[in-house]
């Protein structure tokens, strides 16, 4: 039975402002992360091969510009070199030559292209409740804007003879409507926009009347975000 069925709105957000969003699709990466080979460590990037007898009874003396070059934390690491020695690792010489005390591997303290996000791998599914990690990963792998279900709209409406807003003046008798500012606070907490309606007295014509207004103005609203959306079509 389909008579209860809504359809669900979808609309697009920066992902900066996603937080707490539901996605509508599921998200890919238009880039990798990192895109490049990058230096893990601060040091010197080298030929791993040309390393292999360092050893600290032969400790081997590289070159600046030859053997090594220096590089920071996620520097690009490009052939000839294949490898990075930590600065902490490495014993200066002079200003153009260093001393290393072992081998090292190739690849070593070496972040290679697509260590954290492959480009076109899923980074989200649908129906996933977007948090602040996800934003990280989405900016990472060059998401800047993403579709995400519209938020479901509430309608609270307040009823009671005796029922006055807050900021009235309450007389005997009157009760305060606490109630429908809960009620908000429990639907943004799941996510959907709250609207509270002016107070409706206990009598079931004015409480049919304001229902019945309420459904054509959301009717209304409907019609006109679907014309809109069919002329920017």
Not at 195 to 200: E, L, N
Request: charged share 30%; net charge negative; aromatic share 6%.
């Amino acid at each position: 039975d389909d008579s209860t069925a809504f359809d669900l709105k979808i609309e697009t957000v920066s992902a900066y402002d996603a937080l707490g969003r539901i996605t509508a699709e599921a998200i890919f990466a238009k880039c990798s992360s990192p895109m490049f080979n990058a230096a893990a460590m601060d040091g010197v990037a080298v030929v791993a091969a040309r390393t292999k007898y360092a050893s600290e009874r032969e400790p081997l003396v590289l070159t600046l510009g030859e053997d090594y070059k220096i590089v920071d934390t996620g520097d690009p690491i490009k052939s000839p070199y294949d490898a990075v020695i930590m600065a902490e690792d490495v014993i200066e010489v002079d200003d153009e030559h260093i001393k290393i005390m072992e081998s090292v591997p190739g690849w070593q303290h070496v972040r290679p292209v697509g260590e954290d996000i492959v480009a076109g791998e899923m980074i989200l599914p649908s129906n996933h409740k977007i948090r602040a990690v996800d934003i990280g990963v989405l900016l990472a792998g060059g998401i800047l804007e993403i579709p995400v279900l519209a938020k479901p709209q509430v309608g609270i409406i307040p009823t009671g003879t005796e029922i006055i807003k807050p900021y009235d003046n309450p007389k005997e008798g009157d009760i305060i409507d606490s109630n429908s500012g809960m009620f908000a606070g429990l639907t943004m907490e799941q996510g959907c926009l709250p609207k509270i309606y002016d107070i409706v007295p206990d009598i079931y014509d004015e409480i049919k009347e304001t229902v019945e207004e309420i459904l054509e103005e959301v009717t209304d609203t409907e019609e006109e975000s679907e014309s809109e959306d069919n002329e920017d079509e």
